[in-house]
């Protein structure tokens, strides 16, 4: 009943803020702010899917929602529609990732990190050196769409993103996952296939991280390689469910919005210490936070709210 | 009795370290066979190769005669091979239900697995109290039950017991064995266990390993007086 209630709740603040906000006047700013937390908040869940739930730590999501983000864009480009080309790019990525995965999920630790990190540098290489996708002078949607669709799209991506995270995490599948972060040896002999539940996790991971850059394709209209492979959309991935509390549902949305919001202020105050604050900030929230602020939330909010930023479990 | 494992001339090296030297036995079903030895005798590879940790370098292995030799550890479990740990390994940021949730039971089990019969079976082990509680706060005893309360969960043929009673209060100890004494209905049991004196009365049959060889085999009173044990573990003045 509870989660039922939290779905609801999720789909009708996603629905507020997607239709609502124009109507109300709120400034194209600020409506941007919360584009940008929901585009992070979607990348940090599909990020928190995988990384989250199985400990095994990904610097690929930037690069696999920029694969989206051009897998879509040249598919519109191509007279295919929003749906098809939405499909096209999470279809695509989703092939990728299988091949990634399949070469690297046998590796542990540290070991799967370089290997998700050596791919995020290959996918720049390729897509500076590749003409279809315009080289590194970069690749230009040729039809403008209305700014409220990828607004609309993005919103509704990060909600859906979120519920399945609740969902994954207060199942059986969930604590599976969560079994394999826990000790991957001991979580193999009591029967659970940890290869192929990491392979599937990280491919359905990798199609919200498209669909993520599919949708912020249509809104920056223009990718550029240097930019849409830069490590930075890999470090928001991580950076959002770090923040905000790894391996729970509502943590990411927590993190999503204070990392925009403090960097938009940092921006604005300080820029040139923008990245600076920010990585000093993450380097305070695991030495002194490991579990994020939602548990530091939920220790100081009244209980019902409490409950909604704790990890779901049974029992 | 039906043999539920049957393991044939097994051969596993480590580098230079024969670990296992054609070493072959076979566990009948509702059996309860401690598996004795000295120090590196070749007890944990054993138990490692029919779990399917890391393969044999020869030999064969069979679940109900049907052979696994080749199988990985977690297609072994879901045949029915369950397994603990010399050292407690458990899922410690998962709670003490959750534990017993992840596992998934062997294919063509007949009870259910969900919250329920997971609850029943951390009452069974007497965990019941502590199933909301992370794993990671139980005690030492207690994690000796979680693991086997999370391998019974698979309803296994098989279950293998390593070192159950390392670093357990004498009390603790008793109740453990007692406890283990009463799944041969369930399930057939190997136990690999230093304390020989105080775990042999509950088997059924031992088996003893010696520099990676099966030395002797036969009843808890066989065990006891024969020669070969004797030698093993006390040299060979004692004979």
């Known amino acids: 009943m509870r989660k039922t209630i939290e779905i609801v709740a999720i789909a009708i603040i996603a629905a507020i803020l997607a239709f609502a906000l124009p109507r109300l006047g709120v400034s194209p700013y600020l409506r941007t702010l919360v584009y940008y937390s929901a585009f992070y908040l979607a990348l940090g869940q599909a990020w928190n899917l995988m990384s989250g739930l199985t400990g095994y730590v990904s610097f690929a999501h930037g690069a696999l929602a920029g694969i989206g983000a051009y897998a879509a ?78 607004h609309a799209l993005m919103l509704a991506l990060a909600a859906a993103a979120t519920i399945l995270m609740l969902l994954v995490r207060g199942s059986r599948l969930g604590i599976r996952l969560l079994a394999i972060k826990g000790d991957e040896d001991a979580a193999v002999a009591v029967g659970i296939a940890a290869t192929r539940l990491k392979l599937g996790v990280f491919c359905a991971s990798a199609a919200i991280a498209a669909l993520a850059g599919a949708v912020h394709g249509l809104f920056a209209a223009s990718l550029y390689p240097d930019v849409v492979f830069s490590i930075d959309f890999s470090l928001v991935a991580l950076a959002v469910p770090m ?58 909010l009244p209980r019902p709210a409490a409950g909604r930023l704790k990890p779901v479990r049974e029992g | 009795m039906t043999a539920i ?139 000796k039950r979680l693991e086997v309360a999370r391998a019974l969960a698979l309803q296994p043929y098989l279950l293998l017991i390593d070192e159950p009673l390392a670093g357990l209060s004498g009390r603790e100890s008793a109740d453990l064995l007692a406890f283990i004494a009463t799944l041969r209905s369930e399930t057939a049991v190997i136990m690999v266990e230093h304390n020989v004196r105080q775990s042999l009365p509950i088997c059924d049959r031992a088996i003893v390993l010696d520099a990676g060889t099966v030395i002797a085999e036969g009843t808890p009173q066989d065990i006891r007086t024969n020669p070969a044990v004797i030698r093993a573990y006390l040299g060979t003045d004692a004979c």
């Open chain 2, 5 to 143: 494992l049957e393991v044939d001339g097994l051969e596993k090296r480590f580098g230079g370290v024969h670990a296992l030297r054609g070493a072959s036995l076979s566990i009948a079903a509702g059996e309860i066979v401690g598996l004795f030895g000295p120090n590196g005798a070749g007890k944990t590879t054993l138990f490692n190769l029919i779990a399917g940790t890391f393969p044999p370098d020869r030999g064969n292995i069979r679940l109900r005669g049907e052979s696994v030799t080749r199988l990985p550890a977690w297609r072994r479990a879901r045949k029915g091979i369950g397994r603990t740990f010399q050292i407690t390994r458990p899922f410690r940021d998962l709670t003490t239900l959750e534990n017993v949730l992840a596992t998934v039971p062997r294919t063509g089990a007949t009870k259910p697995a969900d919250a329920a019969a997971s609850r029943a079976l951390l009452r069974q082990v007497g965990l019941d109290s502590r199933a909301g509680d992370l794993a990671g706060t139980l005690t030492l005893g207690m994690l």
């Open chain 1, 243 to 300: 923040i905000g509390g790894v391996a729970t549902a509502f943590g990411p949305v927590i993190g999503a919005v204070f990392y925009v919001g403090l960097g938009e202020l940092l921006q604005i105050y300080a820029p040139s210490l923008h990245l600076t604050v920010i990585g000093l900030l993450l380097v305070c929230i695991v030495l002194f936070l490991p579990a994020g602020l939602a548990p530091g939330l939920a220790a100081i």
């Open chain 1, 73 to 150: 864009v040249m598919a519109l480009n191509a007279d295919w529609s929003v749906a098809e080309s939405l499909v096209l790019a999470a279809a695509v990525t989703m092939l990728i990732s299988l091949l990634i995965g399949v070469t690297s999920l046998r590796l542990r630790g540290v070991s799967f990190t370089f290997a998700t990190l050596f791919f995020q540098q290959l996918a720049l290489l390729v897509l500076r050196k590749l003409p279809a996708s315009g080289g590194p002078g970069g690749l230009a949607l040729e039809e403008i769409f209305p700014v409220w669709l990828p």
